[in-house]
C-alpha cells in the first residue's frame, strides 16, 4: 500500500471532511469472525458505533515474513442504525 493508494481509499473522506476521531477512541465491533480465505489472507470486517454515521470497515491482511501487513481496505459511512426509544 504506497500513500497514493491510501490517499485513493480516503478520497471520499476526506472530500466530505469526515472526522475520523470516533474510530480512534471506540473499540471496532466485528461482524464476522476473523477468518483466513482460500489464498491464506486474514478478513475482519465491522464497524465502529459513531454517529450520526457508522464508520463500517473490511480489512484484508497478508502474511508477510511472519507479520500481518494490511493487503486491502474498503471503508463506508452508513447513517447509523436508530436506537431504541428514538
Not at 8 to 30: E, M, V
Not at 52 to 79: C, E, M, S
Request: proline share 7%; hydrophobic share 45%; glycine share 6%.
Amino acid at each position: 500500500n504506497t500513500a497514493a493508494d491510501l490517499s485513493q481509499s480516503f478520497s471520499d473522506l476526506r472530500r466530505r471532511n469526515f472526522d475520523l476521531y470516533g474510530a480512534a477512541l471506540l473499540s471496532p465491533q466485528l461482524t464476522a469472525l476473523p477468518a483466513l480465505d482460500q489464498r491464506g489472507f486474514l478478513h475482519l470486517t465491522g464497524f465502529f458505533p459513531t454517529r450520526p454515521q457508522q464508520i463500517t470497515f473490511d480489512l484484508l491482511f497478508a502474511n508477510v515474513a511472519n507479520q500481518w501487513r494490511l493487503f486491502g481496505i474498503a471503508i463506508t459511512t452508513p447513517d447509523a442504525p436508530a436506537t431504541a426509544g428514538r
